[in-house]
């Protein structure tokens, strides 16, 4: 499967801003969807923001007007700019891809980041 690596979590005081990255690397053909998921403690993952293709930007309601993400396919990349943190917001986030290798048109891969640590305390 193509790879993908996420970055730029850490420790924000609320308020704060911080902009996760994701890029996806490999054969790829076409990227059918980037975006992020995130999974709270204790509870389940949930979509945050994704960008699919022929489709404007989905967002939770819970960072409507707080996050922005944003998807190049010419670098096979999505980012998340979040701004006016929360302590709710803290949580693993995780990229997510769905995309076609250029390889095989016929299979749609998805794919899971590792996962970034995104910490809002005071």
């Known amino acids: 499967q193509v790879p993908l690596q996420a970055c730029g979590g850490g420790l924000v005081q609320p308020g704060g801003s911080l902009r996760l990255s994701c890029a996806a690397s490999?054969?790829?053909?076409?990227?059918?969807?980037m975006g992020w998921y995130r999974q709270a403690p204790g509870k389940e993952r949930e979509l945050v923001a994704v960008?699919?293709?022929?489709?404007?930007?989905q967002y939770a309601d819970s960072v409507k007007g707080r996050f922005t993400v944003s998807r190049d396919d010419t670098k096979n990349t999505v980012d998340l700019q979040m701004n006016n943190l929360k302590a709710e917001d803290t949580a693993v986030y995780y990229c997510?891809?769905?995309?076609?290798?250029?390889?095989?048109?016929?299979?749609?891969?998805?794919?899971w980041g590792q996962g970034t640590e995104v910490t809002v305390s005071s």
């Open positions: 960008s699919a293709s022929g489709d404007n930007p």
């Open positions: 997510k891809a769905r995309l076609i290798s250029r390889w095989n048109f016929d299979y749609e891969y998805e794919l």
């Open positions: 490999g054969s790829i053909f076409r990227i059918n969807e």
